[in-house]
């Protein structure tokens, strides 16, 4: 009877406490557990370059598979051969954008919760927060960059989704008013960024810094068509002198080891740590999924007597015969051997290097005329891998020209191809449409050519449609019109 | 709440006050009022003024009786089952002649009318009499001796607007149980009470789809033996239920056990022997018409073509023998079964203790190859009056559980019995070499014609060699204490444990399917463990005011409670194990997956329940109930609940006195509040958690993985109900009807999906929506014939729900899948439909010739392109020719899309009852029920396999039926063999069938031993049962069983056939004893 007495007094009082419904989850952090210290902010932005580099096979896909420079293998999965061949429609996974998003969420969370943390921790630097900050405005940046390359017409979306009161029915923003609030955003934080003072050089290498920023900032004002302001942020990296083009016989060394002293920035591996690319997985020699195609063969000029040496076989491309050739950038070392072991997985994913910078440069000089200073950064890309300089007549399109096949021979299979093309197509109001769509319609079957062309011939076809789920789900998005069917 | 503690105290230090006696001793001798043969085994009970039980005794084999009183002011009651009690006023020193009535009402009927119960066990303090709210209560005297297993096989069919289906025939598998139709999105689950003690909810491991796993836990935890069982009360409505508050949304089952009685021992032992067997299954093509189905379907698409040799009769391969069997797999993994169950109880009391204990062992055989499961179970329940104030009860009960399934490949939803459907029939179950001989190994070969061994597996093999096995142990205890007062006011407190622990394990052996044993997919085991931990108090303080008249009578209780539930699992997976002899992750093999987790939710309650009855006629019942439960944030932490109805006892009013006719007779009406909370009690945090790979470049990465739900809050059901309940001619028919109608709002939506722009692609709840359910039902009982030798009685019930969706939140995904491939149907859910609704083609049958295949406008007239030539019929690029499926071009474009889909039926079913007949005569019971579902379609999943001629699985033998060359046209003739044909199996209605049946659920004979016989063998009572279960069905549904197939754990695709394993037909013999 006293035991029963005794149980239910301490039953009373517990129960009295409204405390006892205050239950955490066990298993992993809550809001309330997280965001107490600056060591938290740091892995809240480590987990969204995280995010990022798990995408390197998509950034692959988004950058080549339209374009002309690789070809399907027998594994190739459906839906990629789909959008190859410009079957698109909006159930393609291709389509969804959520791995962006994540990562814009991500870090959204970091520029809404960080500074708070500021007061909870003393340690914590204004100096530091703000480098914080920077990377993640640079990596929202990013996303936002290949989503609107990718769809055009975006939601813009600046807030975390932190809970179920927040609206997350936005509709679409312009794209182009979109990469104009990124490069503001950009502006601010490069202050913020640090030149090179991460602790190894793999991070100066794989986060981002000052330099990083500035490349973004050229590039999307590039696509912007907006030379002066691009030159102005290439003219910042220059300055720097900390970045060299790798040496002729070194090329290979921007990915293996990778972190080359050539690279502004690129999302770095480590197979040993488990943080694999995907890159060995579809590109391998077994991989039956993505192979160079017959253009990028006749790039190189493999089989030709003026053929590429530094940047074409056991370069960009390994030949094991007279039919089986392979990209080799993932896949290859130095020494023409095929990567092993724990170094299998752990080529970079490099987003922007100097040779990109120089033939930026180019590009935006050329196109306000300034040819002479152009052919020079096109000649030292081209001298670094042993190609006779040019000399090319005083011409946009000639130079254009030039450039896009320097840059297909320089970047090709870095998932920069299909963007190139796109801002060749939309330059100067669609007036090199037909060019564009000429290239396209070379890398597919000729089944498909006709089809092709008609299908290229509006411009709103070049970007992907938004999935369907998408659509379904959010009654404020519109579907691109060219898929409205 | 200090109060309480107070009394508590106080109640302790209460001493036992002990009354001066003095001796009375009286004796006596009981009879049949109209036999006037003797009575032995009456119950002869002393009472005091309070009506409590002070002393009692039983009659002996004579009908004679001795008793001490403990008080001469005491009066002596006598009562037997099927007689009526009366009083005898105790007489010292002389021999008491008493005679005993045979009653009319025999409890084991349904209690209809039920006595001023003074100790309810339950949050409402009201006898069963006086309840104006829409419950049923059942008395399962009747189901003892029946084939039944489970509460909810026992009320299948027998109590209106009860919707029981099983959840397959396989042992163990449980029941769905929907009352009143569906009113929430696959989180309908009854709350379970069991002597008071609310069952904890499923618990919610890894990967814990309530879906999946809710039908078979609510069936496990039904799983108690039906002789332990006393009654079922049914709480329907959200009057009744809103007392359950956030638990009681979709009615409750309240559930009592037999306790011990006053008297000497008596013992009970049944033992029942069922015979299982399957219903016939869908007749499959042998291995020569399979043969002859697969080159017609490869000439058809290809023209000239490369017989593939496994389907080539070639004698020259050295598998010749292996490919050219005539195996019927579906038989070879089906078998006739045997269940065995003993029961054994005790049961009696004295003066200050009362017991009930009992064992029950049930051996059930599965009707697929390998399958079964065992049950033990104990139960003991113990009263102990400590004083005639204070009451002390005890109950234990543990139950173990083994259960052998077949292998079940949950990577693609596959199991045996669906595989046995699929498996080319021209191969044989056993290996044989070159020259004919067995080789005594399982033919399993790496790559067959139909694909690769894995895919395609031998279902004999994997279901002996496979292993699938859950054990399960159960532990539920509580202790009550009630402290009475004064006559109209008692304290109860109530601390109940439940502990249920539960183990898997699955293995896969290579040599089971084609598979070279060092892929990742065999010789595979997993292990997993799980532990779910319940503990409830509850303490209530029941009064009923001491008015002198009963003019006016007012009772109520005021109750506190609190629920506490823990839980945790442990998952092992590992491969590459070296041998097929062990079965256990933990060996050194390549581990693939380690994982673990807990969880633990809580619950605070306070309720209130004041019950109002004016003159016996009029009654007003009311409830209050306020809840906190932890997974809500502190916005919505407390819900309210509320019931109020009313009653109307007319029978009782002086003006229909004269209505010599009536019994007594009600009218009920009321409104009620309950609510449904998530599963999930951590749902609402924001969390963040490893990003993918948890790092990069040597620093820590950690990602947000969860939306922080401030908005989650309870479901709401708000109910209405109009009721009669009517007793007519001296309780010879009996009738009780409702009408209801029941309104979900903020509907939990759980995985509700929310554009990814946000970052995440769902919220893990979202509340939002209406869902509205509306019926009618009614039961009736007459009973014909009335008499001690001879009794006859017939009962019916029906109900009819309507289903719709009233209002589908605006921004909510109403398009689950588009996909219009063969065999997939479009899933949708439309505001005003209900839910469980299919869509897809309108199948017209077949196109006789080619010239048929032409697009046609509305007036049936052939459409011409601008150069003359008719437009032919195209689905995406495919032109429909001679032999294949024709679809109604709804829009006359010449096109089969999207555009053409339409509604083609619903799963809800509009009737549903049951009706039945009792009948007595001497010695011998006779009685049968049937239970019907009427007016729903079910998507025959199984014919969508087995007659589509599109690919490489076997088909049913309707395919023989098919179009074979140009011109053919004969009535229900299937399209064309097409092997990878893109449009001939397209989701249509030609699988979607009426799933109406009536099914002879139940019947029974049985013969009681008669009294001489009894008499020699020294037993009180020995009774002798044949019954059958499911004996036979009538439907026109072409699939196995149209029982099949009600899983409501995905709303859009509710009701469609899977091939699960029918219940089994059972023939049972049972013999029970009392002594």
Not at chain 1, 119 to 133: A, I, N
């Amino acid at each position: 009877m006293k035991n029963f007495a005794y149980i239910s007094i301490i039953l009373m009082f517990i129960i009295s406490c409204n405390d006892w419904l205050e239950l955490e989850p066990p298993q992993g952090l809550t809001r309330n557990e997280f965001w107490q210290s600056k060591e938290d902010v740091q892995a809240a932005v480590m987990g969204a370059y995280d995010a990022f580099a798990r995408m390197d096979g998509k950034l692959f896909k988004y950058g080549e598979l339209r374009a002309d420079l690789i070809k399907g293998g027998n594994n190739q999965p459906d839906n990629e051969r789909k959008i190859a061949e410009g079957n698109i429609y909006p159930d393609n996974e291709l389509c969804r954008w959520l791995d962006f998003y994540k990562i814009i969420n991500y870090c959204n969370e970091v520029i809404k919760f960080g500074p708070e943390v500021r007061s909870r921790d003393k340690t914590f630097s204004d100096f530091l927060l703000r480098s914080y900050l920077a990377e993640a405005y640079f990596l929202r940046g990013l996303s936002y960059f290949y989503l609107v390359r990718i769809f055009k017409d975006v939601p813009y979306i600046t807030e975390p989704t932190y809970s179920d009161e927040v609206d997350v029915y936005k509709p679409k923003s312009n794209g182009d008013s979109i990469l104009l609030q990124v490069i503001n955003d950009l502006k601010m934080v490069r202050e913020w960024a640090t030149i090179d003072g991460y602790k190894t050089n793999k991070e100066n290498k794989g986060r981002a810094t000052k330099a990083a920023i500035d490349a973004l900032l050229a590039d999307i004002n590039l696509w912007l068509f907006r030379y002066e302001e691009c030159i102005k942020y290439i003219e910042n990296i220059e300055k720097l002198i900390k970045y060299e083009l790798m040496p002729t016989g070194l090329w290979l060394e921007l990915f293996y080891p990778g972190a080359a002293v050539e690279t502004i920035f690129e999302f770095s591996y480590s197979d040993m740590l488990g943080e694999k690319n995907s890159m060995f997985g579809l590109t391998g020699r077994y991989s039956y999924q993505y192979y160079p195609s017959q253009k990028s063969l006749e790039l190189f000029a493999i089989d030709y007597n003026s053929r590429e040496f530094t940047r074409g076989e056991d370069g960009s491309i390994k030949k094991y015969s007279k039919t089986e050739y392979v990209i080799w950038k993932y896949i290859g070392r130095i020494d023409k051997t095929e990567r092993s072991g724990s170094d299998q997985n752990s080529a970079p994913f490099i987003i922007y290097r100097l040779a990109d910078i120089y033939l930026m440069k180019a590009e935006a000089l050329s196109q306000l005329g300034r040819y002479d200073e152009a052919l020079r950064y096109i000649n030292i890309v081209r001298e670094r891998a042993k190609m006779p300089v040019l000399n090319l007549p005083e011409s946009k399109i000639v130079f254009e020209d030039a450039i896009i096949e320097e840059r297909a021979r320089e970047f090709a299979f870095e998932g920069k191809r299909w963007f190139d093309l796109l801002r060749m197509g939309r330059r100067d109001n669609y007036n090199r449409k037909n060019t564009l769509i000429e290239i396209l319609v070379k890398n597919v079957p000729a089944t498909q050519k006709r089809i092709m062309t008609i299908r290229l011939s509006n411009p709103l076809g070049w970007y992907l449609p938004i999935h369907k789920d998408e659509i379904e789900r959010n009654p404020n998005l519109i579907q691109n019109p060219f898929y409205k069917d | 709440m200090k109060n309480i503690v107070l009394i508590i105290i106080l109640l302790v230090l209460i001493s036992i006050k002990i009354y001066s006696q003095q001796k009375v001793i009286i004796k006596g001798k009981v009879i049949d009022k109209e036999t006037k043969e003797t009575i032995p085994g009456a119950n002869v009970i002393e009472y005091d003024a309070n009506d409590r039980v002070v002393n009692g005794t039983v009659t002996d084999a004579n009908g004679n009786f001795v008793i001490e009183l403990k008080n001469s002011s005491n009066i002596v009651k006598v009562s037997l089952i099927g007689y009526n009690t009366i009083t005898i006023k105790p007489e010292v020193g002389k021999n008491i002649l008493v005679e005993l009535e045979a009653s009319e009402i025999k409890i084991e009927e349904v209690t209809k009318i039920g006595k001023a119960s003074k100790n309810p066990i339950g949050l409402t303090n009201i006898s069963d009499r006086d309840k104006v709210t829409a419950s049923i209560k059942m008395d399962l005297i009747e189901m003892k001796d029946a084939g039944v297993l489970s509460a909810a096989d026992a009320l299948q069919g027998k109590v209106s607007g009860l919707d029981i289906l099983a959840a397959s025939g396989d042992p163990g598998a449980g029941s769905h149980i929907v009352i009143r139709g569906m009113s929430s999105l696959g989180n309908n689950k009854p709350l379970i009470v069991i002597d008071g003690i609310p069952q904890a909810d499923p618990p919610n491991y890894k990967d814990f789809q309530l879906s999946s796993a809710t039908a078979e836990d609510i069936g496990n935890l039904l799983k108690i033996p039906v002789q332990d069982i006393k009654s079922i009360e049914i709480l329907k409505d959200a009057a009744a239920t809103s007392i359950y508050g956030s638990r009681g949304a979709d009615g409750v089952l309240l559930i009592e056990t037999y306790k011990g009685r006053l008297g000497k021992v008596k013992f009970d032992y049944n033992y029942k022997f069922s015979y299982n067997y399957q219903p016939p299954s869908i007749p499959m093509l042998n291995g020569d018409e399979y043969i002859m189905l697969q080159l017609e379907e490869w000439h058809n698409h290809y023209g000239v073509f490369q017989i593939p040799k496994e389907i080539s009769y070639d004698k020259d391969d050295p598998d010749f023998y292996n490919y050219s069997a005539n195996t019927d797999w579906v038989k070879a993994i089906t078998k006739d079964a045997m269940t065995h169950e003993h029961y054994f109880s005790a049961s009696g009391g004295g003066e200050k203790t009362r017991y009930y204990a009992s064992v029950n062992y049930i051996n059930e055989g599965g009707t697929t190859i390998n399958t079964f499961s065992k049950r033990f179970s104990t139960r003991i329940n113990l009263d102990y009056f400590l004083s005639s104030k204070l009451l002390f009860m005890v109950q234990f009960n543990y139950n173990n559980n083994f259960t052998r399934s077949n292998f079940y490949f949950a990577d693609r939803d596959m199991t045996v019995r669906k595989m046995a459907y699929m498996k080319a029939p021209n191969m044989s179950i056993w290996e044989y070499d070159a020259n004919g001989n067995p080789t005594g190994e399982y033919f399993t070969p790496i790559n067959s014609y139909q694909g690769d061994g894995y895919t395609f597996f031998n279902p004999v093999a994997v279901a002996n060699l496979g292993k699938n096995d859950r054990k399960a142990n159960g532990i539920m205890n509580s202790f009550t204490l009630r402290y009475t007062f004064t006559d109209w006011i008692n304290l109860r407190t109530t601390i109940s444990y439940q502990f249920e622990g539960s183990k898997s394990n699955n293995f896969l052996p290579y040599n089971a399917v084609g598979t070279d044993w060092l892929a990742w997919t065999v010789n595979k085991a997993e292990e997993s463990n799980n532990d779910n931990t319940t503990i409830n108090t509850e303490t209530q303080l029941n009064f009923s005011l001491p008015f002198k008249s009963n003019i006016h009578v007012v009772s109520g209780s005021l109750t506190w409670i609190t629920e506490q539930n823990k839980g945790s699992w442990v998952n092992i997976q590992s491969n590459k194990i070296p041998t097929v002899e062990v079965k256990d992750p933990a060996i050194q093999a390549q581990i693939n997956w380690i994982g673990n987790g807990s969880w633990e939710s809580r619950a605070l309650g306070a309720a209130a329940n004041l019950n109002y009855i004016l003159l016996d006629r009029y009654i007003l019942q009311s409830m209050l109930r306020a809840d906190a439960y932890s997974g809500f944030g502190e916005n919505y932490r407390w819900g309210i609940f509320k019931g109020i109805s009313f009653g109307w006892r007319f029978s009782n009013e002086p003006f229909l006195k004269n209505l010599k006719f009536l019994g007594e007779s009600k009218i009920r009406g009321g409104w009620g509040v309950s609510g449904r909370r998530p599963w999930d009690s951590y749902a609402r945090f924001a969390t963040y958690n490893n990003s993918a790979t948890g790092h990069y470049i040597n620093n820590i990465g950690i990602i947000p993985t969860k939306i922080q739900l401030n908005n989650l809050r309870w479901e709401t059901v708000t109910s209405y109900d109009l009721g009669i309940d009517l007793n007519l001619f001296k309780d010879k028919i009996y009738i009780n009807g409702d009408i209801y109608k029941k309104i979900t709002t903020d509907i939990l939506f759980n995985r509700y999906k929310i554009p990814s722009s946000s970052g995440y692609d769902e919220m893990q709840f979202f509340n939002g929506g209406k869902l509205e359910n509306k019926g009618w039902e009614i039961m009736f009982e007459y009973r014909i014939i009335q008499k001690s030798n001879i009794r006859w009685s017939i009962n019916f019930n029906t109900s009819q729900n309507k289903n719709i969706f009233v209002d589908i939140p605006d921004n909510f995904n109403t398009e689950r899948s588009t996909s219009i491939g063969n065999g997939e149907y479009p899933k949708r859910l439309v505001e005003g439909e209900p839910i469980g609704s299919f869509f897809g083609f309108r199948y017209l049958g077949v196109y006789p010739t080619d010239q048929d295949a032409y697009a046609r406008d509305a007036y049936g007239n052939i459409l011409y392109d601008n150069e003359g030539k008719p437009i032919p019929m195209i689905y995406k690029n495919y032109v429909f020719k001679g032999g294949d499926a024709k679809y109604e071009d709804i829009n006359h474009d010449g096109r089969i899309d999207l555009n053409d889909v339409v509604y083609l039926g619903n799963s809800n079913p509009d009737w549903v009852g049951g009706f039945g007949t009792s009948f007595r005569f001497k010695n011998f019971d006779l009685s049968c029920s049937f239970h019907y579902r009427l007016g729903f379609d079910i998507v025959n999943g199984v014919a969508i396999e087995t007659e589509g001629m599109n690919n490489k699985n076997n088909q049913s033998k309707a395919v023989l039926n098919r179009w074979r060359v140009q011109g053919q046209n004969e009535p229900g003739m299937l399209p064309r063999a097409y092997i990878d044909h893109p449009a001939n199996n397209l989701g249509s209605d030609r699988y979607v069938e009426k799933g109406d049946y009536f099914r002879l659920l139940n019947i029974m004979l049985t013969y009681r031993f008669g009294k001489k016989i009894c008499d020699k063998l020294n037993i009180d009572q020995m009774n002798l049962t044949l019954s059958a279960r499911r004996l036979f069905t009538i439907t026109n549904y072409s699939g196995q069983d149209p029982e099949v197939g009600f899983d409501a754990s995905d709303p859009f695709w509710i009701g469609v056939d899977r091939a699960q394993t029918p219940p089994p037909k059972i023939i049972t013999l049972s013999l029970s004893v009392s002594f």
